[in-house]
């Protein structure tokens, strides 16, 4: 597992460099941090590359990785350069996804600008991008030589961001620390303490992906809300209504997954009721039509967590504990899906 350091830049950035020693430096962006982040860090660097490319999820995929490849290549760094990922975690998946596969592999280091990567890409070695559509499809496990955190970039986020990482503190609290669960449920997003929120997931992370780096048991629970949360999110990316950020697709996945693990007597209907009504007063509601639940359902079989033909999920057994490889039916999701829709206030 790489060092965590949550600090400031200007002491955490110049500390690392110090200790080692790159042939070459790149600094990949995209056009937020570009202007909101890379003139924080551009001080503190001597000669580098800078590798800009357009934001957001629609970026992900192979195109843009020979972009950056290219860029590498033109500047001609050997296998003993530095790759820093300054952004969200799609600059942190697809920009340690090239290094790592460049050459073979070169160091790279995550950067986290946004919340969600904070407290959850940019930890734990998952690098990939999107392929035809499908989130993640194409990757690696590759831990960066290390992450360095600067909760002052928290700062440049808009509400919604910040919603859409919040998401996973809250999935951490749910299947890790149901005393953390307790406190949060209890305050409104402008209330949170981010500082203290950002640390403890690091710390719940870091401690089931020591125990299982590439995922072949334990690290599994890390993904509840995520298998019907990212078939939620992958299917609203090619809707004309408006797209979803992470977090709010695996809003709706933990409710609709919580909702299974009830249906199975894996949880009572105490906690179901916290989750849902907690959710829905921070994030609302996403709108799902009739003619949603079937292509939703499609997208699930192609979760990476599956064996064969058949779905597994990881869920919740109780309140901060889950359970994982649980293989849940067409007809289980769909009931998920239908009882979220029918919570929709609007």
């Not at 080692?20 to 860090?41: G, K, N, Q, W």
Request: net charge neutral; aromatic share 8%; charged share 25%.
């Amino acid at each position: 597992m790489s060092t965590v350091t949550i600090a400031p830049l200007t002491e955490s950035l110049p500390a690392f460099l110090d200790a080692h020693d790159f042939s070459d430096i790149a600094v990949i962006v995209d056009s937020h941090t570009a202007r909101f982040c890379y003139p924080e860090l551009k001080p503190l660097l001597s000669k580098h590359t800078l590798i800009r490319i357009k934001a957001g999820e629609e970026q992900k995929h192979i195109a843009t990785c020979e972009l950056i490849w290219d860029g590498l290549t033109r500047a001609n760094f050997d296998r003993h350069a530095l790759v820093l990922n300054l952004g969200g975690g799609v600059i942190g998946d697809m920009g340690g996804f090239c290094a790592a596969t460049y050459k073979r592999g070169i160091a790279f280091a995550q950067l986290p600008t946004t919340l969600l990567a904070q407290v959850d890409a940019s930890v734990g070695g998952k690098l990939g991008i999107d392929f035809r559509g499908l989130k993640n499809h194409i990757g690696v496990f590759q831990q960066p030589t290390t992450v360095l955190i600067d909760p002052q970039f928290l700062t440049t986020l808009p509400e919604r961001e910040l919603r859409s990482g919040f998401a996973e503190i809250v999935k951490h609290c749910l299947i890790a620390d149901a005393q953390m669960w307790d406190e949060i449920r209890r305050r409104d997003l402008a209330e949170q303490d981010w500082a203290v929120l950002v640390a403890h997931s690091v710390e719940v992370k870091k401690k089931v992906v020591a125990r299982d780096p590439t995922e072949k048991g334990l690290r599994k629970i890390l993904n509840f809300g995520h298998t019907l949360g990212h078939a939620v999110e992958t299917y609203f990316l090619n809707q004309p209504r408006k797209r979803l950020l992470h977090g709010e697709a695996i809003a709706v996945g933990m409710v609709a997954e919580a909702y299974i693990a009830f249906q199975k007597k894996m949880i009572d209907q105490s906690l179901l009721t916290q989750i849902e009504e907690y959710l829905f007063s921070v994030y609302g509601t996403v709108r799902l039509l009739d003619t949603d639940i079937d292509p939703v359902l499609a997208l699930t079989l192609q979760d990476k967590k599956n064996r064969g033909s058949q779905v597994r999920m990881s869920l919740l057994s109780g309140p901060g504990e889950c359970a994982f490889d649980i293989t849940v039916t067409a007809s289980e999701m769909r009931r998920g899906l239908e009882f979220y829709r029918g919570l929709n206030k609007e």
